[in-house]
């Protein structure tokens, strides 16, 4: 099972198929989260299974949200899908650096020795 997670700082958006047509359900997360300081709502969508958490993330963090959520049984740990700008962009970071370091390793191997492999210092 896979959850769809967006996750900015003071939002977090996570689909759990549970909540699908299930008021029973609904009524438990919010009984939860309820007594959750930080939370200043949540809005559950009961057609796609979409909760959206608006919290004070000086209070709380989106983590934290999940943990719980996890804990409690409403998510399970392993499947978690993570989207959203700031970690699609480290995410490209953590690539490029990897890239760059990969075609350094290379271009130093294929150019030892030779005056071309202080080239390889600037890549």
Do not use: C
């Not at 997360?29 to 009961?46: C, D, P, Q, R």
């Not at 919290?55 to 709380?60: A, C, E, Q, R």
């Amino acid at each position: 099972m896979e959850y769809y997670r967006h996750d900015i700082p003071g939002r977090l958006r996570i689909r759990i198929p549970s909540l699908k047509k299930n008021p029973k359900n609904v009524r438990e997360l919010k009984a939860l989260i309820k007594g959750l300081s930080g939370i200043n709502e949540i809005s559950v969508n009961t057609i796609t299974g979409s909760v959206t958490f608006l919290y004070n993330p000086d209070i709380i963090s989106s983590h934290a949200i999940i943990s719980l959520l996890t804990r409690e049984g409403f998510m399970l740990p392993i499947a978690l899908h993570v989207s959203g700008w700031h970690s699609k962009r480290a995410l490209d970071q953590v690539g490029t650096g990897a890239t760059k370091a990969l075609v350094g390793l290379v271009l130093n191997r294929v150019l030892e020795g030779s005056p071309l492999s202080m080239l390889t210092a600037f890549i």
